[in-house]
C-alpha cells in the first residue's frame, strides 16, 4: 500500500541512505547545501498527521519545514509549538485572497494580521501559498500589489526557487504525477523525469538529482485502513472535479 506511514517512513531513510543534507526552506534559502533536500510540508487539514511526520524526522536528525493554514482545521497552536520545539520550521500557508474573495486591501490585512499571530507561536521567515483549488482566485496575485519582504519575509517557493535547478516533487493529488489535475501547484521546470508510487522514488533515490524540494500533505498518508480509505476515495473524487471543471478550463 502507498500513503502509508509505513512507505513514507521507508522513503525518508532511502533518502538519507543517499548522504543528502535535509535544510529547513530558510536554510537552503540562506545558504543552499550542493547536495541537498527541502521537506516541505502543507498542513492543510489533521495537523496531528504533521506532527507524527515531525517526530519521525526528529528521531532521525532531519528537519523539515511545516507551512500552517489560519483555519480551524489546519490552526493547532499545541501542535504548531510542538514541532518548532522539535527542530523544524514553521511557516504561513497563506490563502488571503480566497478567504476575502479577492479583496486585495483586505488580502493584505488579513495576511499581516495571521502573520503576527503566527510569529506568537513560532519564529516564521518564509511562507507558501495554499492553492484553494475550487477558489477562483490565486493568493500568489497578492504579490502583484503588495511585496511580502515588507513583512520580514524572506522567500516563497513559488517566487523564490529556480526549480530548473532544483527538482520539484510533490504528492497533490495523492500522486507523485498529479501535475494534470493540479490547479496551482505547478513550477517551470527542466526535469522531464516523473513517479507514479513512492516505491518508485525509493528504487530511484540513488540516482535523484543533487536538490530536490519535495511537498508532503500529511492528511494523505496513513496506516489506519479506514481512514487511508476515505482519503483515497475522496481524493480520487477531488482529483475529477479539478481536472474537469479546473485544469481543463
Not at 482545521?73 to 497563506?94: C, M, V
Not at 498529479?178 to 508510487?197: E, L, M, Y
Request: hydrophobic content about 35%.
Amino acid at each position: 500500500m502507498d500513503f502509508t506511514v509505513k512507505k513514507y517512513k521507508d522513503l525518508l531513510q532511502s533518502l538519507i541512505n543517499q548522504d543528502y543534507s535535509f535544510q529547513t526552506f530558510e536554510e537552503f534559502i540562506n545558504k543552499p547545501n550542493k547536495r541537498a533536500i527541502v521537506l516541505r510540508h502543507d498542513v492543510d487539514l489533521l495537523p496531528q498527521n504533521s506532527l507524527e511526520f515531525a517526530k519521525i524526522q526528529a528521531d532521525k536528525g532531519v528537519k523539515g519545514t511545516y507551512y500552517f493554514r489560519a483555519v480551524p482545521q489546519s490552526w493547532d497552536e499545541d501542535i504548531i509549538k510542538q514541532i518548532a520545539s522539535l527542530g523544524h520550521e514553521i511557516g504561513y500557508h497563506y490563502e488571503c485572497l480566497t478567504t476575502c474573495n479577492g479583496d486585495l486591501k483586505k488580502g493584505i490585512e488579513d495576511f499581516g494580521k495571521n502573520l503576527k499571530a503566527l510569529r506568537e507561536l513560532a519564529t516564521v521567515t518564509t511562507i507558501c501559498m495554499h492553492g484553494s483549488p475550487m477558489s477562483k482566485y490565486d493568493s500568489k496575485d497578492l504579490w502583484k500589489t503588495y511585496n511580502y519582504k515588507d513583512f520580514e519575509i524572506i522567500a516563497e517557493p513559488y517566487f523564490d526557487v529556480d526549480f530548473e535547478q532544483v527538482y520539484y516533487i510533490t504528492d497533490t493529488g495523492r500522486r507523485w504525477d498529479g501535475h494534470a489535475v493540479s490547479v496551482r501547484d505547478k513550477v517551470q521546470t527542466s526535469f522531464n523525469r516523473t513517479f507514479h508510487t513512492t516505491s518508485e522514488i525509493i528504487e530511484a533515490s540513488d540516482s535523484l538529482p543533487d536538490q530536490l524540494m519535495f511537498t508532503f500533505h500529511p492528511q494523505r498518508w496513513s496506516d489506519n485502513k479506514m481512514l487511508w480509505t476515505k482519503e483515497l476515495v475522496l481524493q480520487n473524487m477531488k482529483n475529477l472535479v479539478k481536472k474537469y471543471f479546473f485544469v481543463s478550463k
